[in-house]
């Protein structure tokens, strides 16, 4: 079973970035749609972003232009470039396949607060 590890969270100011990276202990190669998820306190967990093994990208409405997520197949690594963060964007964000089917990680936090 593939094990998934978020990083890069952290507090920054409204309008700063992140760079989240989500590390997998196995190959992603296999998995066709990759993506990230986030869950504020007190919401569901939702997608925010999804790539698929050939590139393509999806994003939600309320991150499109500011996240920009990747993949490296080699590293069996997908990253989420978040810029012009918003307090809204607060809260704890994971990697998983899409639909989701491998084991959760614990997340990253991210707090987006002056």
């Known amino acids: 079973q593939v094990q998934l590890v978020e990083s890069g969270g952290g507090l920054v100011q409204p309008g700063g970035s992140l760079r989240l990276s989500c590390a997998a202990s196995?190959?992603?190669?296999?998995?066709?749609?990759m993506g990230w998820y986030r869950q504020a306190p007190g919401k569901q967990r939702e997608w925010v972003a999804v790539i698929t093994s050939g590139g393509s990208t999806g994003y939600v409405d309320s991150v499109k232009g500011r996240f920009t997520i990747s993949r490296d197949n080699a590293k069996n690594t997908v990253y989420l470039q978040m810029n012009s963060l918003q307090p809204e964007d607060t809260a704890v964000y994971y990697c998983?396949?899409?639909?989701?089917?491998?084991?959760w990680g614990q997340g990253t936090q991210v707090s987006v607060s002056s």
């Open positions: 998983n396949a899409l639909p989701a089917r491998l084991e």
């Open positions: 196995g190959s992603i190669r296999s998995m066709n749609v």
